[in-house]
């Protein structure tokens, strides 16, 4: 199974740009990493997914290095509306679904 | 709205009695999936539909739970005699079938507490 390594935790203030880093260093060829951001008492929902390299659309941009072991997540000038856990996850299209695992998340703090 | 419909949002319910929750996928989504979370974590996949064809199953689903996805577009999770281990979110994702991304996409979820 791909599993992931996430900070429990994170705090940033308002108008910082924030990093969060996940470790998936079994990661398979066929996998890609996408990443979810989860409000309280509400689904998760999908914010960006990536293979190699950078992808960025209009609220984060994924970073993943050659070895492809690590991906980070970028959210530029966060705002007290970004608290909230982030999950990152790997898998690929026509794995198990079973496979596909949340883990515990990031949860992160925004601070006027 | 378009997105995945879940109902209802919070059930309350007796322990031993039997609860039914419905997902209404986004429509041109052939894929379904039923996910519990309790508080303080991610997750945890129970089910998975292809069209109305039920492909995986997690061992978290017990013999008293059961999903249906008749003719391939809604789909109900049914616990039966429940228990107040079995008080949860229950979420229902949907995702389309593609070439190289498989994005699944999330409804709001329906609270089970189990008294």
């Known amino acids: 199974l791909a599993k992931t390594t996430q900070p429990i935790s994170m705090d940033s203030y308002e108008g910082q740009e924030v990093n969060i880093t996940c470790s998936h260093n079994?990661?398979?060829?066929?996998?890609?990493i996408t990443w979810y951001q989860q409000f309280p008492s509400q689904g998760p929902r999908f914010i960006i997914q990536?293979?190699?390299t950078k992808v960025t659309n209009e609220v984060a941009s994924l970073f993943i290095p050659a070895d492809r072991k690590s991906s980070t997540l970028s959210l530029p000038r966060v705002s007290l509306s970004d608290t909230a856990v982030y999950y990152c996850?790997?898998?690929?299209?026509?794995?198990?679904?079973?496979?596909?695992?949340f883990g515990s998340g990031t949860r992160l703090s925004i601070r006027p | 709205d378009t997105g995945v419909s879940q109902d209802p949002r919070h059930k309350i319910t007796k322990r031993g009695q039997n609860v039914t929750f419905r997902c209404d996928p986004i429509?041109?989504?052939?894929?379904l999936y039923w996910y519990r979370q309790t508080l303080g974590q991610g997750p945890e996949f129970l089910t998975y539909f292809q069209n109305e064809a039920q492909l995986e199953k997690s061992r978290l689903l017990s013999d008293r739970f059961s999903a249906e996805r008749p003719k391939g577009s809604f789909s109900t999770l049914e616990i039966q005699r429940t228990e107040q281990g079995d008080s949860a979110m229950y979420l229902c994702?949907?995702?389309?079938?593609?070439?190289?991304?498989?994005?699944?996409?999330f409804g709001p979820g329906t609270r089970l507490t189990v008294l």
């Open positions: 990536g293979y190699k």
């Open positions: 079994n990661i398979a060829t066929n996998d890609y």
């Open positions: 429509s041109e989504h052939n894929r």
């Open positions: 996850l790997v898998g690929a299209p026509y794995s198990s679904a079973s496979k596909i695992i």
């Open positions: 994702a949907s995702s389309l079938e593609a070439r190289d991304t498989d994005t699944q996409y």
